[in-house]
Structure formats: structure tokens, C-alpha cells
């Protein structure tokens, strides 16, 4: 199955932003015992679904079905610097603020280059594209490193 790049990259922004940075509704029976998952259903035959479990450090993954077939997938984990988890609750706010925002030109599979707002400071870089992408985020609090998380995946291709 050929899948149209820019048509997945405008989906799983639009998933994402519908989901966990935009405050999405949990499913009550997830998938994964354990696990938190938000679903975005609302453009099928494309399917969302973010799974992740802990708090102030977590792991999870993104998968997008195209007609019920796995085409996309992304892992990510990691949380808060330890002895700063006191600042979960107010950095991962500011996280979904950031992960809701867009910067032109770059495609992007968590949040822009960077974005200030007062005392908090957010940067993301990334290698590749929606195809096979590996990326690094950090949030800095007054200037010092609270949270991280590291990210990686791309398409699948199940011939």
C-alpha cells in the first residue's frame, strides 16, 4: 500500500493535537492493561491511537491504521529530570501547549524548534522525516533541564 506522505504528516498533527495536547478523552477499556490511551477516530478510514503508561517517566507509542492496517508508528519515552518531579504537573501543561504549536517549514512529529513562555523554555530537533525520524525534546525550567523525551519511527511496510 502507497501511502501519501504529506496526507500522514497532516493526519498525525491533527491526531496529535486532538488528542494528548489537546486534552483528549481517555478510552475507559484500553488496549493495554496499564496503559492511558487516546484514540482519534473521527477521519476513518485513518485511525489514531496513543498509548503510554507512568507519570513523571513514561514510555508509549503512536500507531496510525489506514483501513485497520498498521502504516505508521512512533515510540517515545522518558519524563522528568529526577528530583524536579515536584514540576510534573506545570511542565507537561506547558508541554501540550507546545506540542499544540506549528513552525512553518519544519515537519514536525512533536513540537517546534523551540517555544519560550516566561520561565519555560522548549526545543525539539529532528533527524528525518514522517518516513524514519528520530527526535529529541527538552523543556528547561528558569533555564535548567527539567524534562526530556526521546522519540524515533516511521512508516511500516508489511511486504
Not at 478510552?27 to 513523571?56: A, C, I, M
Not at 506540542?99 to 523554555?121: A, C, M, N, T, V
Amino acid at each position: 500500500m502507497k501511502i501519501d506522505r504529506s496526507e500522514l504528516l497532516a493526519f498525525v498533527d491533527r491526531a496529535g493535537k486532538a488528542t494528548y495536547a489537546g486534552g483528549g478523552k481517555y478510552e475507559e477499556n484500553p488496549e493495554r492493561p496499564g496503559f492511558l490511551e487516546l484514540v482519534y477516530d473521527k477521519e476513518l478510514p485513518w485511525y489514531y491511537r496513543d498509548s503510554y503508561t507512568g507519570h513523571s517517566r513514561s514510555g508509549g507509542q503512536e500507531v496510525v491504521r489506514l483501513n485497520d492496517k498498521p502504516v505508521w508508528w512512533s515510540g517515545y519515552g522518558g519524563g522528568m529530570v529526577e528530583g524536579k518531579e515536584n514540576l510534573s504537573n506545570q511542565t507537561f501543561d506547558f508541554l501540550k501547549k507546545t506540542l499544540s504549536q506549528d513552525e512553518e517549514g519544519f515537519e514536525s512529529l512533536r513540537g517546534p524548534h523551540e517555544l519560550i513562555d516566561g520561565d519555560w523554555k522548549y526545543t525539539y530537533n529532528q533527524e528525518g522525516d514522517i518516513s524514519d525520524f528520530y527526535g529529541y525534546e527538552e523543556i528547561l525550567y528558569k533555564g535548567e533541564k527539567v524534562f526530556w523525551h526521546r522519540a524515533v519511527g516511521g512508516i511500516l511496510n508489511h511486504e
